[in-house]
């Protein structure tokens, strides 16, 4: 029998500053597994915010979901990360890609060989993690962590995902993610070995299943966009999606007009054990971590309301 899913959820990106604590601590009292945090461009440092959750908190496992890797020199990378781990051993989960190329771009960091820079990457960061002198350097031993901690690649396209199951412990896959989706993206990565596989959903929970379902919808605005192709190619109403998409002039009308089954199908969102059962199918489809992405105005009330689900 398939285990079910660590349960995790997001800090979102956009939470008061004043909040970001009182957040990771309710995760953990609430007994989520895990919690996983954001760095977009604009808003905050991934490797910051997980420093401050791993020491405001004792038992929640963080992750940090993703840092792009031409941002960031590897070496310089290593250091932090391993200085993550050294003060908050086994702690800390490390997502990696090849960030948004629109953003990247924006910074002047977009590689000429993307998919080559981020399998070299990986490979180098695990190398120096664990000691090891890449191009004359290395870490002191002093600073080489006990343990390499996980390294996964936050990544969606056929030939990255293939990627992820050569050079990563684990794949981040964006949301929305179905059984559907999941099926297919692990067998894209074709893991050699033990491989996790983490889920992003938007989510949300309440005894009115159709409640929920409403506060989720907006959250899927971006899945129409072109970039979200690979999720929606897998389900059994991608052509209809699909033409809905390019009917409608806006995100807000897609979403608007979506059917609620849809809706239902795309987020984990329903009663308490409509969300549960979905939670166990993404486990039986080979996810590892379910995560949610609170939906709603209200992110500690959104907590509250997910965390019936465990």
């Known amino acids: 029998m398939t285990a079910r899913p660590q349960i995790g959820v997001v800090l979102p990106r956009d939470l008061p500053s004043s909040l970001v ?10 007994g989520f597994d895990e919690l996983w945090v954001v760095e977009d461009l604009g808003f905050r440092g991934g490797l910051v915010q997980a420093a401050a959750v791993l020491g405001a908190t004792e038992r929640l496992r963080v992750g940090i979901g993703i840092l792009p890797a031409a941002v960031r020199n590897p ?17 800390t989960d490390v997502g990696i890609g090849h960030g948004m190329p629109g953003w990247m771009r924006q910074a002047g960091c977009w590689p000429d060989r993307p998919l080559a820079f981020l399998s070299e990457y990986v490979t180098t960061l695990r190398a120096l993690l664990g000691g090891t002198e890449v191009a004359g350097l290395r870490l002191d031993p002093s600073a080489v962590p006990d343990v390499v901690p996980p390294l996964l690649l936050g990544v969606r396209g056929p030939r990255s995902l293939a990627a992820s199951g050569q050079v990563a412990d684990g794949t981040v896959l ?5 059984p559907e989706y ?3 993206a692990r067998g894209a990565i074709a893991p050699r070995g033990e491989h996790r596989l983490v889920a992003y959903n938007i989510g ?3 005894d009115d299943g159709h409640a929920a379902l409403r506060t989720a919808r907006p959250g899927l605005a971006w899945v129409g966009e072109p970039d979200w192709a690979p999720h929606v190619t897998p389900l059994d109403f991608a052509d209809e999606f699909t033409a809905l998409r390019e009917r409608c002039g806006s995100r807000e009308e897609f979403t608007e007009r979506m059917p609620d089954d849809w809706v239902g199908r795309l987020a984990l969102a ?3 054990a409509e969300v549960r059962a979905k939670i166990d199918e993404l486990g039986r489809a080979g996810v590892t971590s379910s995560v949610f992405i609170p939906a709603g105005p209200d992110p500690l009330a959104a907590l509250a309301a997910l965390a019936r689900v465990l």
């Not at 604590?21 to 009292?29: I, K, N, Q, S, T």
């Not at 990360?81 to 086994?90: D, F, S, V, Y």
């Open 270 to 272: 329903g009663t308490p």
């Open 174 to 178: 964006a949301e929305p993610v179905t």
């Open 21 to 30: 604590l009182p957040y990771a601590r309710e995760a953990e009292r609430l």
């Open 182 to 184: 999941a099926t297919a």
């Open 204 to 206: 949300a929970v309440d």
């Open 75 to 91: 070496a310089f990378a290593a250091m932090e990360i391993a200085t993550l781990e050294q003060l908050h051993p086994g702690r």
